[in-house]
């Protein structure tokens, strides 16, 4: 039988292309060249999958448009670039790649978390530029970690391995707001208790923003959440930039109402919002929080499980509608 085509949206590493090439004619794309919609379209003509990565949207004018597509498998745990419901209705499968990357990314969460809290980018950037001349007894204090209280806007996988992290690791009082509060032995696991978002941004010395991306979300942190914060507090984001209304974070930071923040992702990435690059008080990074070898390697390996088990087999592991 002729093997079914596939795209493959972005670069990925070349094992994982050649796993694809052993079942699939594979169009690929490893100078990594940012298609415009319509020449991905175009592209897409005549594939029954294709490989994405979080950036390439998948809506229902697209499905209509590729009549043979079949499946959409992310390397991504986000799928806010799918419509899930249009491709439901076109009979097309989406599937993202969970946790594969839940501790690494946890990991990202803390590292920004100890970073924005210590000031690491700017006492860094202070030093680079030379600007280090002598100790003094108030240079660069940033917040304690240890003993604080750690507030998780969005308990899934990785809010709860960050969770577990301050909890267990740094000895932090958590709290949580969640849309559904955890059944009393997840509770009880990451050691943190539910309250209200008003309350969550009122008690929390650092806050961590792990939820997905939604309509309804979106600036779910805005002017009002952040006057709410301890003029010590910080806020990270490794959920989406849309999460944050950015203009209103930045206003907060340079008036000094915040500590600080740490953001791995942005509104309209890869560009960055200029208000933010401008202050010393933030700790940005090009949405890094799954990127060690390991995990990226383990989600294109999953998007590619998913490609071949559903293509070969009408089976896939991390299905996220129902056909
Ligand atoms: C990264 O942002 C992901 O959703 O996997």
Same mark, same amino acid.
């Given at each position: ?92 499968? $989406?599937? @993202?790649?969970?946790? &594969?990357?839940?501790?690494?990314? *946890?990991? #990202?969460?803390? +590292? ?102 939604? $309509?309804? @979300?979106?600036?779910? &942190?805005?002017?009002?959440?952040? *006057?709410? #914060?301890?003029? +010590? ?91």
């Amino acid at each position: 039988m002729a093997k079914k085509s596939i795209l493959v949206a972005r670069a990925v590493f070349p094992e994982v292309l050649e796993r694809l090439g052993l079942h699939f004619e594979v169009e690929s794309n490893q100078a990594d060249v940012i298609w415009p919609r319509d020449e991905f379209i175009r592209r897409l003509q005549g594939k029954a999958g294709v490989f994405t990565t979080g950036g390439e949207r998948i809506d229902a004018a697209l499905v209509a448009a590729c009549p043979d597509l079949k499946i959409c498998a992310n390397m991504a745990v986000g799928y806010n670039n799918f419509d899930v419901p249009a491709m439901t209705a076109a009979g097309v499968l $989406a599937t @993202n790649a969970p946790d &594969v990357l839940t501790e690494t990314t *946890a990991d #990202m969460g803390f +590292t920004l978390l100890m970073a924005t809290a210590r000031r690491v980018s700017e006492s860094e950037a202070y030093l680079r530029t030379g600007q280090w001349s002598k100790w003094c007894y108030d240079m660069f204090c940033g917040a304690d970690i240890h003993g604080s209280t750690l507030g998780i806007l969005g308990m899934g996988r990785i809010g709860r391995a960050v969770a577990k992290r301050g909890a267990h690791g740094f000895g932090m009082k958590v709290v949580y707001h969640n849309r559904s509060r955890l059944t009393p032995d997840l509770e009880a696991e990451v050691n943190a208790k539910y309250v209200s978002k008003q309350e969550l941004f009122k008690q929390a010395d650092h806050i961590v923003l792990v939820l997905p991306y939604t $309509a309804e @979300n979106h600036h779910t &942190v805005g002017a009002a959440e952040i *006057a709410l #914060m301890k003029p +010590t507090a910080t806020i990270v984001n490794i959920g989406r930039g849309g999460l944050i209304d950015e203009d209103a974070l930045a206003a907060a930071l340079a008036a000094g109402k915040i500590l600080g923040a740490g953001l791995d992702v942005f509104e309209g990435e890869p560009k960055v919002n200029p208000a933010l690059t401008a202050l010393k008080n933030v700790v940005l990074t090009p949405h890094i929080g799954s990127a060690t070898v390991p995990t990226r390697q383990a989600m294109a390996n999953l998007a590619a499980d998913n490609l071949i088990g559903y293509l070969t087999q009408c089976q896939a592991k991390t299905p996220l509608n129902s056909l």
